[in-house]
């Protein structure tokens, strides 16, 4: 299996809240990250967490570490149109400058 | 103050023809990341610069592939004998080094290989 997995496709109404799911195999992951990629541009690093946390929350993003079960979950209130995007999971392991991405999350909300 | 920058967005060519990517990465950052993103998969690391140790190319997937980085700032990936798989988006990021958590991304450059 792949080192950081994710769902390929999520679909919400406006309003609603979305929940993005991620795991990871690697039990010595020191940071794990959440990243947004709009068409056409880069990534934009969206919020990350140490392993030592179990949760971090800015603004409408919470993102949660359950590191038992290496998965991470990234949630957003009150989705809106401009949040449709590809939402990346990705971690790295102290020592390491270089994380590993998922295959990233195509959030798609409609009206 | 501009971010990463990327040229060319967009690069068509012919099987068998080199090719040379560039990035800018932002003034300061010491560290520089080269990202392969194909269609439907993850990020794929590709090779990694910090200062003036030597890189870090554990991810170039063959001899075709190489990259410099000049000065500590501008870098170049080059593929030479270009490849119908080598079609992708190429990523380029910087960082400061103990922040590599947070890394800025370039809007990529669009290969394809006809």
């Known amino acids: 299996g792949e080192d950081v997995e994710q769902s390929l496709f999520l679909s919400v109404r406006e309003g609603d809240s979305s929940v993005i799911n991620c795991t990871y195999t690697?039990?010595?992951?020191?940071?794990l990250y959440w990243y947004k990629q709009e068409p056409g541009a880069g990534l934009q690093l969206l919020t990350y967490i140490f392993s030592n946390m179990d949760m971090k929350q800015d603004q409408r993003l919470t993102v949660l570490l359950n590191k038992k079960d290496k998965h991470l979950s990234l949630r957003i209130a009150d989705t809106q149109t401009g949040d449709s995007a590809i939402y990346f999971c990705a971690e790295s392991r102290g020592g390491s400058y270089i994380p590993t991405f998922g295959r990233g999350t195509s959030l798609i909300v409609h009206p | 103050g501009a971010g990463v920058s990327q040229s060319p967005s967009n690069k068509v060519t012919e099987k068998g023809k080199d090719v040379e990517l560039r990035c800018d990465p932002i003034?300061?950052?010491?560290?520089l990341y080269w990202y392969r993103q194909s269609l439907g998969q993850g990020l794929e690391f590709l090779i990694y610069f910090q200062g003036n140790s030597a890189p870090d190319k554990s991810g170039l997937p063959s001899d075709r592939f190489s990259a410099e980085r000049t000065g500590g700032s501008v870098s170049t990936l080059t593929i030479q004998r270009t490849q119908q798989e080598d079609s992708a988006v190429y990523l380029c990021?910087?960082?400061?080094?103990?922040?590599?958590?947070?890394?800025?991304f370039g809007p990529g450059t669009r290969l394809t290989v006809t």
């Open positions: 690697d039990s010595s992951s020191t940071y």
């Open positions: 990021a910087s960082s400061w080094r103990d922040s590599s958590y947070e890394q800025y």
């Open positions: 003034s300061g950052h010491t560290a």
